[in-house]
């Protein structure tokens, strides 16, 4: 069963990973104009979202799930950390969404947004940890 814990921690960091690499670059690049450095955050903003942060998020939530019914639903930090998650997913939902919009052409964020998006998520996950290491009720 370590095994499994352990793919589950890294299909998480993956996760969060290519989610908070894609608003730091959807941020970093939002008033670029350069036409070959903007294709090249094209490539790697793709790259990220639907090449690491889907399919670690699709394999965090099979591999959480597996944890879930093979060790039981035991303690009262689990409800909210799988509100959290499910929070996660709608942001990872909504990523997808903004970064369809700005190619585009639709940039309804300034860098702010998506600086203060960032923010959030980065709470979000750290939330996520806390309450998976820490247990506290």
């Excluded at 793709?46 to 597996?66: C, Q």
């Excluded at 909210?80 to 964020?109: C, D, E, I, P």
Aim: proline share 3%.
């Amino acid at each position: 069963m370590p095994w499994m814990v352990t793919a589950h921690i890294v299909f998480i960091l993956m996760w969060s990973a290519g989610l908070l690499g894609l608003i730091y670059m959807l941020a970093a690049h939002h008033d670029e104009h350069d036409p070959q450095q903007t294709e090249f955050y094209r490539v790697i903003e793709r790259r990220l979202y639907f090449h690491l942060a889907t399919p670690a998020a699709a394999l965090s939530v099979l591999t959480g799930l597996w944890l879930l019914f093979s060790r039981g639903f035991e303690g009262g930090w689990l409800p909210v950390k799988l509100v959290l998650v499910s929070l996660m997913v709608a942001a990872h939902a909504y990523s997808g969404k903004l970064f369809t919009h700005f190619w585009q052409g639709k940039r309804r964020h300034g860098v702010r947004f998506y600086q203060f998006y960032n923010l959030l998520q980065t709470l979000m996950i750290s939330t996520i940890f806390y309450l998976v290491v820490a247990k506290s009720f």
